[in-house]
């Protein structure tokens, strides 16, 4: 039994970063499992060391230290071993170049899915290679892996069953940026399977993400995981929390709580406890159960950090 946290450090961690964190940890730990931890660089622009150093010491503070491995993976280190794989879908022919802009992709005519989100429609997927050329010579192609007319579903451990039909809801999907940097679908798939990851638990707003990457665990050869997403923390105002917005960071919350006051307040407010009182992870362990977390966004009291 392992699970993991795989932390984004583009800013300091906020409760809804934390929430996953610690019901991973407690998750995993209530079955008797190991935690991992990796960090997620892939665009090292956005996600400079000094937070991701940010992030490490943060759990080490809040009692939910991983297990390993050592030394932590970090993304940005890992474009040969995500190379591998991507060159396992290109000569099977998956994989073809894109020239689509964002403003093309976000056209009226374009489909969208009910949460707002493009749906590729296909549209260099039958480029020549006369027209590859050609546009290649004005703009350095992303790549996309062509996905098949299939239904690809599975059972949540906490949100149930879900499904999306690959070329209606989602369509073909980025594998690599034309600047050369791997897509999250890509990385986190071979990520996971090469760390022994057995359950990924993380938040709804990547529920969507999971077919695709069900389907690129089956093309890889590679085996899936068990998926358990949360639902998302809101801001008492019903805004969602944001790493740009600073919304409750953990550099504010460890000038003002100790580490138990942040662990049990927020035991607290996803249905652990019945009142905010301090609580260390360990003691969470025994009495935690996916049955008591919320299925749906979770409002922070006002006054609650």
Known sequence: MTGRYAPSPSGRMHLGNLCCCLLAWLSTKSKGGQVLLRIEDL???????????????????????????????????????????????????????????????????????????????????????????????????????????EVIGFTDGHMGYYEENLARDCGDFYLRRGDGVFAYQLAVVVDDALMGVTEVVRGADLLSSTPRQLWLYRE??????????LPLLLAPDGRRLSKRDGDQSLENLRARFSPEEVVGRLAFAVGLQDAPRPRTPQSLVSDFSWARIPKHDILLPENLF
């Open 43 to 149: 665009d090292t622009l956005r996600c400079p060391r000094v937070f991701a150093d940010a992030i490490v010491d943060d759990l080490a503070w809040l009692g939910l230290s991983a297990d390993g491995p050592d030394p932590t993976p970090y993304q940005s280190e890992r474009s040969e071993i995500y190379q591998h794989y991507y060159d396992s879908l290109a000569d099977r022919g998956l994989v073809y170049p894109c020239f689509c802009s964002r403003s093309q992709l976000h056209a009226a005519s374009a489909p969208h899915r009910s949460d707002g989100q493009v749906v590729y429609p296909g549209t260099c997927r039958g480029l020549t290679p006369a027209e590859i050329a050609a546009q290649s010579k004005t703009k350095a192609p992303a790549w996309r892996v062509q996905v098949p007319d």
């Open 220 to 229: 890889l050869g590679l085996p899936a995981p068990q998926f358990y997403h």
